[in-house]
Nanobody, 124 residues
Framework: QLRPVESGGGLVQPGGSLRLSCASSGFGMELYAINWFRQVPGKEREGVLC????????YYSDSVKGRFTISRDSAKNTVYLHMNNLKPEDTAVYYC?????????????????WGQGTRVTVSS
């Protein structure tokens, strides 16, 4: 299990873009598919999309298709979430987490292994 650190959130106007980063200080990120989730206060955590170790993308949310993409930089041990044409409904705290293996399955790690997340606010 990895202990990820998310960064890159902030306040952006509708239609704007952000790039979120998911890094792991330990070894092993290259061994796992990496999922991005998001959560709005009072609602359940929602899967957004995932990248496998072979860099295949799986979308869990139809609402982000065509706007969000995901990439990984093995040399930097980092996975990026590229968010374009942001909408107010994208406002949430975004979390990354490793999947259970090389492929995307939507695996949800135990509570104690989640990072702090990074807050994205889309507002004019």
């Amino acid at each position: 299990q990895l202990r990820p650190v998310e960064s890159g959130g902030g306040l952006v106007q509708p239609g704007g873009s952000l790039r979120l980063s998911c890094a792991s200080s330990g070894f092993g990120m290259e061994l796992y598919a990496i999922n991005w989730f998001r959560q709005v206060p009072g609602k359940e955590r929602e899967g957004v999309l995932c990248i496998s170790t072979g860099s295949e993308t799986t979308y869990y949310s139809d609402s982000v298709k065509g706007r969000f993409t995901i990439s990984r930089d093995s040399a930097k041990n980092t996975v990026y979430l590229h968010m374009n044409n942001l909408k107010p409904e994208d406002t949430a705290v975004y979390y990354c987490a490793n999947d259970s293996g090389e492929d995307c399955s939507g695996y949800i790690p135990p509570v104690g292994l989640w990072g702090q997340g990074t807050r994205v606010t889309v507002s004019s």
